[in-house]
């Protein structure tokens, strides 16, 4: 079993910077990827970024340059960074880790980019 519990977000003018945090505990070490998920209103669920544990982190296209994940493995954290937000990144972000077949979820965080 794993657990996340996510912190961090809220409201930010377009052109400002928050982050997310998602602490891990349970089973860490059967954990092989981290992503981050964010769904905005009346839209389907994307992935924004994701990192296979020891590799290179993987970006979607409209957030590359802007988002940047940080692990800290001693932690069991796992942040993700957003810069220069644009109001498009509104919604709702979770944080999920895949661990021996099995995806588990953070219970999300409000992100909400005015502009």
């Known amino acids: 079993q794993v657990r996340l519990v996510q912190s961090g977000g809220g409201l930010v003018q377009a052109g400002g910077s928050l982050r997310l945090s998602c602490v891990v505990s349970?089973?860490?070490?059967?954990?092989?990827?981290m992503a981050w998920i964010r769904q905005a209103p009346g839209k389907e669920r994307e992935e924004v970024a994701a990192?296979?544990?020891?590799?290179?982190?993987e970006y979607l296209d409209s957030v590359k340059g802007r988002f940047t994940i940080f692990e800290d493995h001693a932690k069991n954290m796992w942040s993700l960074e957003m810069d220069r937000l644009v109001p498009e990144d509104t919604g709702t972000y979770y944080c999920n880790a895949w661990a021996r077949g099995e995806i588990y979820w953070g219970e999300g965080t409000l992100v909400l980019v005015s502009s």
């Open positions: 349970g089973s860490t070490s059967t954990i092989g990827r």
């Open positions: 990192i296979l544990w020891g590799g290179k982190p």
